[in-house]
Antibody, heavy 123, light 107 residues
Framework: QLQLQESGPGLVKPAETLSLTCTVSGGSISSSSYFWGWIRQPPGKGLEWIASIHYTGNANTYYSPSLNSRVTISGDTSKNQFSLNLNSVTDADTAVYFC?????????????WGQGTLVTVSS | EIVLTQSPATLSLSPGERATLSCRASQSVGSSLVWYQQKPGQAPRLLIYDASNRATGIPARFSGSGSGTDFTLTISSLESEDFAIYYCQQRASWPITFGQGTQLEIK
C-alpha cells in the first residue's frame, strides 16, 4: 500500500524559507507512470496546486505561475523522497500542505495523498 | 490558466435525496476533469477521473458526466457519509487548477 508522509517545521517566520519533505513508501518516485506534487489549502479555503516533479530518466518539474518565482521542487530517488522549498514566505502562505501522487494510469488524477501538515507563517 | 467555477457553493439536502453538483470550465478541458471529496481534517479522496470513471472503491451511487466546459457530479441517493466538500480539478493544461468547492451539508 502506497503511503506518503509530509515532514518539516510547523512554524516559519515571515521572509524565511518554508521547507517540506514527502517520504514515499510502497512505491518508487522514479516511476514514469507517476507525477509527485505539492498542493496546499489555506485554513477554511480551497485547494491550490503548487508544483510537480516527474521522472522520465531526468527529473521534469512544473510550477504554479503564481508561485514560480519563489518555489522549488526536487527529488531524492535514493531516499524515495521529494521536497518543496518556498522562499520569502508571508502569512498568505499559511496553509495545510499536502504531498500527493498523480497517476498517469488514472487520468492524471491525484490518487494518493499524505495526511497534510499545517505550516503557519508567523513571527 | 483555466478557471473552474463550481455551483452551488453550498447544497443542503437530506439523506436519500439526489445531489447534483456542477463544475464549469473557462475553456474546454475535453474530458480531463477530476472530482474529489474532502471531509474535515482529511486529505481529499479521489472519486472520479476523466470526467466519468469511478476510482477504485468508490460506490456506484457516485457518477460523473460532461465534457468540454460543463461537468456534473451526481450522487444518486445520499448516505450520511457523503456530506463533505467536493472539488473538481482540471488536468487539460498547466497549471493544474481546482474549483473552489461545493459544500454538501445535511438539511
Amino acid at each position: 500500500q502506497l503511503q506518503l508522509q509530509e515532514s518539516g517545521p510547523g512554524l516559519v517566520k515571515p521572509a524565511e524559507t518554508l521547507s517540506l519533505t514527502c517520504t514515499v513508501s510502497g512505491g518508487s518516485i522514479s516511476s514514469s507512470s507517476y507525477f509527485w506534487g505539492w498542493i496546499r489549502q489555506p485554513p477554511g479555503k480551497g485547494l491550490e496546486w503548487i508544483a510537480s516533479i516527474h521522472y522520465t530518466g531526468n527529473a521534469n518539474t512544473y510550477y504554479s505561475p503564481s508561485l514560480n518565482s519563489r518555489v522549488t521542487i526536487s527529488g531524492d530517488t535514493s531516499k524515495n523522497q521529494f521536497s518543496l522549498n518556498l522562499n520569502s514566505v508571508t502569512d498568505a502562505d499559511t496553509a495545510v500542505y499536502f504531498c500527493a501522487r498523480r497517476s498517469t494510469l488514472l487520468g492524471y488524477s491525484y490518487d494518493y495523498w499524505g495526511q497534510g501538515t499545517l505550516v503557519t507563517v508567523s513571527s | 490558466e483555466i478557471v473552474l467555477t463550481q455551483s452551488p457553493a453550498t447544497l443542503s439536502l437530506s439523506p436519500g435525496e439526489r445531489a447534483t453538483l456542477s463544475c464549469r470550465a473557462s475553456q474546454s478541458v475535453g474530458s480531463s476533469l477530476v472530482w474529489y471529496q474532502q471531509k474535515p481534517g482529511q486529505a481529499p479522496r479521489l472519486l472520479i477521473y476523466d470526467a466519468s470513471n469511478r476510482a477504485t472503491g468508490i460506490p456506484a451511487r457516485f457518477s460523473g458526466s460532461g465534457s468540454g466546459t460543463d461537468f456534473t457530479l451526481t450522487i444518486s441517493s445520499l448516505e450520511s457519509e457523503d456530506f463533505a466538500i467536493y472539488y473538481c480539478q482540471q488536468r487539460a493544461s498547466w497549471p493544474i487548477t481546482f474549483g473552489q468547492g461545493t459544500q454538501l451539508e445535511i438539511k
